[in-house]
């Protein structure tokens, strides 16, 4: 099968400034992150893929064509923008149904469209009400609303959770997984790492402009071997339980701290396997353990180093 989405050599350049420099990559993944901080190329990297931008070196194909002025692609993907360009005192329900129009769909094609995407993203009840009166929530809802609303096959979302409060974006989270689960591939941009976490393991990280690294997020930390992992383990015996640490091979440092303690081991399989025979031996020993390090952020920062 086909990659989602495959560039190979794929740079642009805008005058002096490189914002995607050679670079190889294949996407097949229902649900995958596309993560960096803000400058890195992950906005130029969606347009290349929308046909937006056309390469300066190199190429890029999305469902197995290119994508520039492919009208077949067009209508096979869609976007949802950082950036909010209403009509503020036009409704919800009307920016869906006269973008609907102009992308050449007829009347009752359009209404039906509009209605079905407004009750995919929950907007149904206020999709009457002018968009002014919108949250920052129900307005990101209504965006991926319209780009929904000509059932893609592929969606792009750029940063989707900007300015969102804790409700609205456990609601994204939700509505992601929905349409992951429904058999739509969507790729999102994100500069806030742990924010992917909750949606799927398998992520590109890109960093200015090249990739940095892509797969699932701990095999992706397995393979910085150079970085010892950090445990954090929780006991009331913390100091006792630590010493039986000090010397051994594998621990190429311990750290104790009231009730809890930090290994940094470069073979964190062989001591999880001590502090679970730790675990069951009488008396408490160990009341939980956390690997600290064992997240997005963290091996971004790693890579950076």
Not at 225 to 245: C, G, M, N
Request: proline fraction near 5%; aromatic fraction near 8%; glycine fraction near 6%.
């Amino acid at each position: 099968m086909r990659p989602l989405i495959e560039a190979k050599a794929l740079s642009k350049w805008f005058g002096e400034v490189v914002a995607i420099n050679n670079l190889e990559l294949s996407l097949d993944s229902p649900i995958t992150g596309l993560l960096g901080p803000n400058g890195a190329g992950k906005s130029t990297f969606i347009k290349l893929a929308l046909g937006l931008y056309a390469p300066s070196k190199g190429e890029i194909r999305v469902l197995g064509e290119a994508p520039r002025n492919n009208h077949r692609i067009m209508r096979r993907i869609s976007y949802c923008p950082e950036t909010d360009n209403f009509f503020e005192n036009s409704t919800g329900f009307e920016f869906i149904y006269w973008l609907n129009r102009y992308w050449g769909m007829e009347h009752k094609q359009a209404v039906k469209s509009a209605d079905a995407a407004c009750d995919i993203t929950r907007m149904t009840e206020r999709m009457h009400d002018p968009i002014e009166s919108y949250s920052k929530g129900m307005r990101q809802r209504i965006k991926i609303a319209q780009a929904l609303s000509g059932c893609p096959e592929l969606l792009f979302l750029d940063e989707p959770m900007n300015g969102l409060d804790p409700k609205g974006r456990e609601e994204m989270y939700q509505l992601i997984q929905m349409l992951a689960d429904n058999g739509m591939s969507v790729v999102i941009s994100s500069h806030i790492l742990y924010e992917i976490e909750r949606i799927t393991d398998t992520v590109v990280l890109i960093y200015r402009g090249s990739l940095l690294a892509q797969g699932r997020v701990r095999d992706i930390r397995d393979l910085i071997d150079q970085h010892p992992q950090a445990i954090r383990v929780r006991s009331p015996k913390a100091r006792e339980i630590a010493q039986r640490f000090v010397g051994e091979e594998h621990i190429s440092s311990v750290e104790v701290e009231d009730d809890t303690f930090l290994l940094r081991t470069h073979d964190p399989n062989r001591t999880y396997e001590s502090l679970n025979l730790m675990a069951c031996e009488p008396g408490d020993l160990i009341e939980g353990i956390q690997c600290s390090d064992d997240n997005l952020q963290a091996v971004f920062d790693y890579l950076t180093r």
